[in-house]
C-alpha cells in the first residue's frame, strides 16, 4: 500500500456568526483556527484522547497520526505500509484502523490511519505537529475555510447550497488531494496549461514538478525573470527533495491572475514532485487569499477572494534556513546555506546556533516570525550565533534574490 503526500497547519468552540457576505445554508460547525506559519492548525480529538495539535492539510491522502503521539495514547499500528510525499524517497509506516477524529462537535472514523513521524516537520515549523486532518474530513463534509476572519465552516453536504458570489472550480481528487486546472504564463509563449495540487500547509505560492518543468524548459524560460534561480529544497514525507527558486510571469486560476509569484521549480527525483500525476502545487500564499471551500461531493472547491488578493510575493532574503534544532524545540539552528548570499558572505553556517537577532533574544521570537524578518530588502540584520563553543555576531545586509 503506498500513501500518497501528507504533508508540505485552535481553539475548539462553537461560536454563532456567520460569514458576512455569504448566503450559504447554516453550518453544523464554525469553529475558529489559529494561523500560524501560514498554516490552518485545529484542535483535534483522537478516540476521544486529550485535546492534540493537528495541521489541516489539503493534500493529505489521508488523516495521519504523529508516531509520537501515537505511542503516547497507546495507538497501535494493525499493518506496516510505505508512504511518499515530496521528499525523494519513502517511509514505512504503520497503520492503524478505525481511529474516531473529532473536532468540536464533528466526527469521522477513517478506515486506515498512517501513524508518521512528524519530527522534521515540528523542527521545521516550530510546533509540536500532533498529526494531520486530510481526505476524509473533506469527503464526509463540505469544509470551509475563510483566512480573513480566521474560521472553519463546517456543512453536511446533503443541505449545502452555494449562493455565494465566488468562483466555482472543477476538481479531480489526485495524489491525494484537490487539483484544479489553471494555467502559467512565462515571457514570450502561450498559457501553459497546468493541473494543479491544492495544498494549504505549504507555505510558498506555486511549486512546478519536475517533469512539468523540464517538458515545457521552465528553466530557460524563468531565467529571463531571475537570471541566477536560487538553490533550495522542500520538504515532507519521505525526507527533503532539491528545488530552484525564481518567478513565473503570472499564475491564472480562472478569473485571478497572481503577477510574479515566486515559484518552486522542482528537481525531485522520487516522491509527488518526480510524478507525472500532477504538474504542480498552489501553497498558502495564494490559497490564504481566499474563501475556499471544499465541496468534494460535487467535486468542486469555490474560491472567494479575500482581503488580501492583491500584493507581491517575497522570499527569504537572506539566503539561510532555520529549524529548531529538537522537537523539544528550544534551540533555533542554520541547516543549510545557500552560496553567493548574505548569509554565506557574513561566514554563517550550517550547524550555527542563533542566540540573539537584533539584541533580542531568539527564544522571543517564533520561527515564522523569524523568517519574516528576513523578507525585507536592504534591511540590516545583526545576529549572535554559537558555533561549537564559540560565540560571534555576525550583520547581514538583506537583498533580494528571487
Known amino acids: 500500500m503506498t500513501l500518497h503526500r501528507p504533508f508540505l497547519f485552535l ?3 462553537t461560536i454563532v456568526t456567520a460569514f458576512a457576505g455569504a448566503a450559504d445554508p447554516r453550518p453544523i460547525l464554525v469553529l475558529p483556527f489559529d494561523l500560524y506559519d501560514r498554516r490552518i492548525w485545529l484542535t483535534v480529538q483522537v478516540n476521544g484522547n486529550t485535546s492534540a495539535d493537528f495541521q489541516f492539510d489539503s493534500a493529505a491522502g489521508a488523516s495521519c497520526v504523529n508516531e509520537r503521539m501515537a505511542e503516547r495514547i497507546g495507538l497501535k499500528p494493525a499493518f506496516i505500509a510505505t508512504a511518499n510525499g515530496a521528499g525523494d524517497g519513502s517511509q514505512t509506516i504503520g497503520v492503524a484502523q478505525n481511529v474516531d477524529f473529532g473536532i468540536g462537535s464533528v466526527t469521522f472514523r477513517p478506515e486506515r490511519t498512517p501513524l508518521i513521524d512528524f519530527d522534521l516537520i515540528t523542527k521545521a515549523t516550530g510546533r509540536q505537529t500532533d498529526g494531520l486532518i486530510g481526505r476524509e474530513f473533506l469527503e464526509r463534509y463540505v469544509v470551509a475555510f475563510d483566512y480573513d476572519s480566521r474560521t472553519m465552516s463546517v456543512y453536511e453536504p446533503q443541505t449545502f447550497e452555494y ?3 465566488g468562483k466555482a472550480f472543477p ?13 502559467v504564463h512565462m515571457p514570450g509563449r502561450p498559457p501553459i496549461p497546468a493541473r494543479l495540487l491544492l495544498d494549504a500547509p505549504h507555505t510558498g505560492a ?3 514538478t519536475t517533469p512539468f518543468v523540464d517538458r515545457h524548459n521552465l528553466l530557460e524560460a524563468a531565467a529571463q525573470l531571475t537570471p541566477k534561480l536560487l538553490s533550495g529544497v522542500i520538504g515532507g514525507v519521505g525526507g527533503e527533495s ?16 497572481f503577477d510574479l509569484p515566486v515559484t518552486g521549480f522542482s528537481r525531485a527525483k522520487g516522491g509527488t514532485l518526480a510524478s507525472s500525476e500532477i504538474d504542480g502545487l498552489v501553497g498558502a500564499q495564494i490559497i490564504g ?12 472547491v469555490i474560491l472567494e477572494p479575500g482581503k488580501s488578493l492583491a500584493g507581491g510575493f517575497e522570499h527569504d532574503m537572506s539566503g539561510m534556513q532555520i529549524y529548531a534544532r529538537t522537537v523539544e524545540l528550544k534551540a533555533t539552528e542554520v541547516v543549510r546555506v545557500t552560496d553567493g548570499t548574505p548569509a554565506a558572505e557574513a ?19 517564533k520561527i515564522p516570525d523569524l523568517r519574516n524578518l528576513l523578507k525585507k530588502d536592504g534591511e540590516v540584520i545583526h545576529l549572535k550565533l554559537r558555533r561549537g563553543e564559540v560565540e560571534k555576531t555576525v550583520t547581514l545586509k538583506l537583498r533580494r534574490l528571487v
Request: no cysteine; proline share 4%.
Open 163 to 165: 449562493r455565494g458570489g
Open 206 to 208: 506555486v511549486v512546478l
Open 171 to 183: 476538481i479531480e481528487v489526485i495524489a491525494g488531494g484537490p487539483v484544479l486546472r489553471a494555467a
Open 11 to 13: 481553539i475548539a468552540w
Open 347 to 365: 561566514g554563517i553556517r550550517k550547524g550555527d546556533i542563533l542566540l540573539t537577532v537584533n539584541g533580542r533574544p531568539v527564544q522571543e521570537l
Open 289 to 300: 487569499r481566499f474563501r475556499i471551500i471544499y465541496d468534494y461531493t460535487r467535486r468542486r
Open 242 to 257: 532539491s528545488e530552484l527558486f525564481g518567478r513565473i510571469r503570472s499564475l491564472e486560476i480562472g478569473p485571478y491572475s
